[in-house]
């Protein structure tokens, strides 16, 4: 029979898990919390698998309807008014996905055809790169700077050719923690307008926001119609595993993303989509709570970090903060990253696998000198870890 290989190398958060587990090292790469999620939450879901009921009476462990739960989309509608001043349809602009990583690969899949151009800022979350390939299309990449991390209209303006179809956009953003203002996102919007470019924004860190203000690409002049908004209650309920996420936007880009979502997974897990209703009714107090308890942990990591000579960047935002190691005379981060887990015992996530590979072998990658580091994390473990390097 034919030979098969895989499509993609595994993903280097999993790869890093491994590296973790096998030397006993503190893991501060993959951005998980390293709690359960709340109790009340999760009680919600046990008794509807439980009694094969959800809270609205609607099976528990059949199928959910295929666009999701109309009480979770309600929620989702409901949500995005109250903090963001936003009016979504329930019923024709949202769809719930498992994840955010369905959103953005039904998203990507639907509106993306083969031979298309779609731009990203990099580094970028891995699976823009995966789907564009999967959609037979090409991803262009715009750098981000250091020190702010800020996405350049300019820039993004001169990468646009007549093939792009669609922006690939993250604010508060994984590596960096950067959020765009909602001055800059108006200036990309103008930019995404003149070129006729599709927007995906992935807002899934718009809860874990410590200074400034998260404002949706959508909610800024001329946004709504061109966006898809993707977001998760992994991130905002500290519940990565649940993977429930949903995306919303203009009743036709939302139809596109369905039309794909349905031979993808037809439809996501029936149990916990009330639950996550109810969360983002009733959650304001955990929001808040987890917020100053994530703060205090970036705050501590950061610390640390200075204190062991290593310079990170404060990320107003997420899960994450990135340091450039080339102080230290580092130039591989990829290299420094297994040998820290050795050595060390620390594992972060060399910022280099969240970049385009260099067109040329040998040549260096982009932010090959930097490394993310996740504080999503007891204060125990971001101590020993500070403590090990
Ligand atoms: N986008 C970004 C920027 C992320 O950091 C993550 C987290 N893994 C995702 C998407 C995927 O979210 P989910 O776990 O809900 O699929
Ligand atoms: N979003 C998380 C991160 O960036 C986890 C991603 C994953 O495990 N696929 O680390």
Not at 35 to 58: C, K, V
Not at 109 to 115: A, F, I, K, T
Not at 238 to 249: A, E, F, H, P
Not at 297 to 318: C, F, K
Request: some cysteine; charged content about 15%; aromatic content about 6%.
């Amino acid at each position: 029979r034919p030979r098969v290989t895989p499509l993609h190398p595994p993903n280097v958060f999993e790869t890093m898990t491994r590296l973790a587990l096998r030397h006993g090292a503190v893991n501060l790469g993959q951005g998980f919390p390293d709690t359960d999620g709340p109790p009340w939450i999760r009680a919600l879901a046990a008794e509807a698998i439980r009694s094969g009921s959800g809270p609205a009476g609607t099976p528990a462990n059949q199928y959910a309807p295929g666009r999701g739960d109309p009480g979770l989309r309600r929620a989702v509608s409901a949500h995005q008014h109250r903090h963001h001043g936003l009016s979504v349809d329930p019923d024709r602009e949202v769809v719930v996905t498992t994840g955010a990583t369905e959103g953005i690969a039904a998203a990507l899949l639907s509106l993306v055809r083969p031979g298309d151009e779609v731009v990203a800022f990099e580094p970028f979350y891995d699976s823009y790169a995966a789907i564009t390939t999967l959609a037979g299309a090409r991803l262009v990449t715009v750098p981000l700077a250091a020190p702010d991390f800020l996405p350049e209209p300019a820039a993004l303006e001169a990468a646009i050719s007549p093939r792009t179809r669609i922006l690939l956009l993250n604010t508060p953003h994984n590596p960096t923690g950067a959020v765009v203002p909602a001055e800059l996102l108006t200036r990309i919007v103008e930019v995404c307008a003149r070129h006729e470019v599709l927007i995906l924004s992935d807002e899934v860190y718009e809860h874990l926001v410590y200074d400034g203000t998260h404002r949706p690409v959508a909610s800024v002049p001329g946004g709504w119609d061109r966006t898809l908004t993707v977001s998760s209650a992994g991130k905002s309920f500290s519940l990565t595993g649940w993977k429930v996420g949903w995306v919303t936007g203009p009743a036709d880009l939302v139809d596109a993303v369905y039309s794909v979502k349905q031979f993808l997974t037809y439809s996501s897990g029936p149990a916990y989509q009330p639950a996550i209703a109810r969360a983002l009714e009733d959650g304001a107090g955990f929001l808040a709570e987890q917020r100053g308890a994530y703060r205090a942990a970036r705050d501590e990591l950061v610390a640390g970090l200075s204190s062991a000579g290593l310079h990170p960047v404060v990320p107003a935002a997420g899960y994450f903060t990135v340091t450039d190691l080339a102080p230290l005379g580092v130039s591989d981060a990829a290299a420094a990253a297994t040998e820290l887990a050795e050595r060390a015992g620390v594992v972060g996530i060399p910022v280099s696998a969240l970049c385009r590979p260099p067109a040329t072998p040998g040549e260096p990658a982009p932010l090959a000198s930097w490394m993310r580091w996740a504080f999503c994390k007891s204060p125990a473990v971001l101590a020993e870890a500070v403590s090990r390097l």
